[in-house]
């Protein structure tokens, strides 16, 4: 391991950091240097205290409350805010003026700019139309939206009447759109007509008409016309819910910080997607955190995460409204003009901020674009990266080929707290392949099948306290039981995330996968991306995916792989893949078997699905292919000659 940090802030530059001038006031940031570790002890020793200065320092709307924080018997009935009021869409809505809240385009789209107050309008004008339509607290509107102005327009006039949103991408098929509201039955349902990507035009509303009829509680439907098609007999032009004048005396009634907010959904593989269930507090406070602490948000600067609607980073982005930052959508393939479109936004718009996936920086470094010499990035001070472990030579392609001197903050967490268990510290040093550090105010540690804390050896991703942005429960699960399964059997009264994690001698973290999808041959525990980081980093391999086999009383680790182009998969490229595992990894990565496979299936936000080719070659049924964005890839996977033997 290298002892020099791929980047360093300088002294002035962490001065400028919010989290400096946060961490100063605590006695914890003097002359330059910010002392993270015991700044991170504080916020989770002294939790009360903690949220509390954020919820001031990050100029939370509402009435906080004397009590803060509130213990449980367990971790799930710990309490932050007890006693707040706050209305989400108030808080996201709270700067005014003609500066610029959204600018969005997409593939066959113009740039188009929403000012703060035209939001605001929108907002309320949706807000009163469900209002008129009997929409009250705690009623449900489901959305299968693109990434446009109209997706946040509506999810803020639903949050503003105290109703509950909940979205999904408009590539989603029909099963799996009714797999998901159809357990949470919504009243309204707004859909697109159509959307773009990878140059194609679709059109939905046939889909949408047929989603309509499944969902029976759904009373009205709103069409987007996004694409400019005609609207359905039958449906409400969203044209006609904007034609009147957003009320000048709009009140925007407060509630529990408790209260439902969103309502998210696992990604399905394995069953029925699971209904998690976010507050308006929570996720308000975790991601104001998040932004202007970690990422260093400010108000007015630009902030772009290339995501989908149906991805929780969505989510995360629009919060970024609550800090000032103008919001930066794309709708489209993120490799429109050959990954370049998303770098040509982040220029001309001078973002500050860019969020992107660790499969799209892969891929960038696989297609050899050298970004900094046809982009001018001088703006940008944070990269982030999510969706899968980034491995440590996309780091370097980014300080090679993307921005030398920018903080790449690989974060990690998901849909299940909508947000972040570690991520970036734009005041530390980025290490090759390692996240920076324990998000504030979570105490993160790795412990090992027996419960143990380690250091610097594998294990699992747990957490020792109870955070704001825990879920409020899930959907129709009364007693709590399917909740308390997902995340508290592991370990008693201690929440274990799932993934499989080694925190390094900086600090930081590697991640190495799913820890339910982890790899055991011999008893020995290893996470898929040790063996990712090697084979993608080879010319001839494009992506690759492994799983474990049970074959003769134990496991065997089995490698598909998807070639370039004319590649074959002859022997010596099988030797030169084993070589690379054995040397780079260790010989106990060594896949027992190497297969050419077309395709990979991956789930709608881009993540490939170890868990349901696991399935798939032992001849069980996949119980949820409309979670998977190809489920087609799946056929590659039966029944092959190679596995018997």
């Known amino acids: 391991m290298s002892d020099t940090p791929l980047w360093k802030p300088s002294a002035d530059e962490i001065r400028s950091r919010a989290i400096y001038q946060f961490a100063e006031d605590l006695g914890f940031a003097k002359d330059g240097a910010l002392d993270y570790a015991a700044l991170h002890g504080w916020s989770i020793n002294e939790p009360a205290a903690f949220w509390s200065k954020v919820w001031d320092d990050c100029g939370i709307v509402g009435d906080k409350g004397d009590e803060i924080f509130r213990p449980g018997a367990h971790i799930t009935e710990a309490q932050f805010f007890p006693e707040a009021k706050l209305n989400f869409a108030e808080n996201l809505l709270r700067f005014s003026g003609s500066g610029d809240a959204i600018i969005a385009s997409g593939e066959g789209k113009a740039r188009e700019v929403w000012s703060r107050d035209a939001l605001r309008a929108a907002a309320l004008k949706f807000a009163i139309w469900l209002t008129s339509k009997g929409i009250k607290r705690g009623d449900r509107v489901a959305a299968i939206v693109a990434n446009i102005p109209e997706a946040i327009i509506a999810m803020l006039g639903t949050s503003a009447i105290g109703a509950v949103f909940s979205s999904c991408s408009p590539d989603f098929g029909e099963a799996g759109i009714l797999d998901r509201f159809g357990q949470i039955k919504p009243r309204i349902l707004v859909a697109v007509d159509g959307y773009t990507y990878g140059g194609k035009a679709l059109d939905i509303r ?63 593989t394995t069953g029925k997607p699971k209904c998690i269930v976010h507050s308006i507090g929570g996720t308000l406070l975790q ?216 925190e390094t001698e900086h600090g930081g973290y590697v991640m190495l996968g799913r820890s339910d999808a982890t790899l055991n041959p011999q008893g020995v525990r290893i996470g898929t991306a040790e063996i990712y980081a090697q084979v993608e980093g080879m010319e001839r391999v494009t992506e690759a995916i492994a799983v474990g086999q049970q074959w003769e009383g134990d496991v065997r680790i089995v490698l598909f792989v998807v070639l370039a182009g004319s590649v074959q998969l002859d022997e010596g490229l099988v030797r030169d893949i084993k070589a690379r595992i054995r040397t780079g990894a260790s010989p106990r990565h060594v896949p027992a078997k190497i297969i050419a496979v077309p395709d990979i299936p991956r789930t709608k936000s881009g993540k490939i699905t170890e868990l349901a080719v696991r399935d798939v070659i032992h001849g069980r049924a996949i119980k949820n292919t409309e979670a998977l964005a190809n489920p087609e890839a799946l056929e590659h996977f039966r029944r092959l000659k190679e596995l018997e033997s």
Not at 225 to 231: M, N, S
Not at 398 to 417: F, M, R
Request: glycine residues 10%.
């Open 206 to 268: 046939e889909k949408v008409l047929a989603v309509r009829v499944g969902l029976p509680t759904v009373e009205h439907l709103v069409m987007v016309p996004y694409r400019g098609l005609d609207v359905p007999q039958g449906a409400v032009n969203w044209e006609a819910v904007q034609s009147k004048d957003a009320p000048a005396d709009f009140r925007f009634e407060r509630f529990a910080a408790r209260d439902p907010l969103y309502i998210m959904f696992s990604s399905g």
């Open 287 to 502: 991601h104001v955190k998040e932004h202007r602490l970690h990422c260093d948000i400010h108000d007015g600067e630009p902030m772009f995460y290339f995501t989908t609607c149906g991805w929780m980073m969505w989510n995360w982005l629009v919060s970024g409204l609550a800090s000032g930052a103008t919001l930066l959508l794309f709708d489209g393939s993120p490799f429109a003009d050959e990954g370049r479109a998303i770098f040509d936004i982040a220029e001309q718009e001078r973002a500050t901020f860019l969020g992107l996936s660790a499969k799209f920086i892969d891929g960038l470094k696989k297609a050899h674009l050298d970004i900094k010499s046809t982009h001018d990035l001088s703006a940008l001070r944070t990269i982030a990266s999510t969706g899968s472990p980034l491995m440590p030579e996309s780091f370097d392609y980014v300080y090679e080929h993307i921005k030398p001197d920018v903080n790449l903050a690989s974060i990690a967490g998901g849909t299940d707290i909508v947000s972040c268990f570690i991520l970036g510290n734009p005041c530390g040093p980025v290490w090759r392949g390692e996240i920076q550090v324990p998000g504030l105010g979570m105490a993160v540690e790795v412990w090992d099948g027996n419960g143990n804390r380690v250091h610097e050896v594998e294990g699992e991703l747990i957490c020792t306290r109870p955070f704001p942005s825990m879920p409020v429960g899930f959907w129709n699960d009364a007693d709590g039981a399917r909740y308390r399964s997902a995340y508290f059997e592991r370990f008693d009264n201690v929440w274990c995330h799932g993934d499989f994690t080694v």
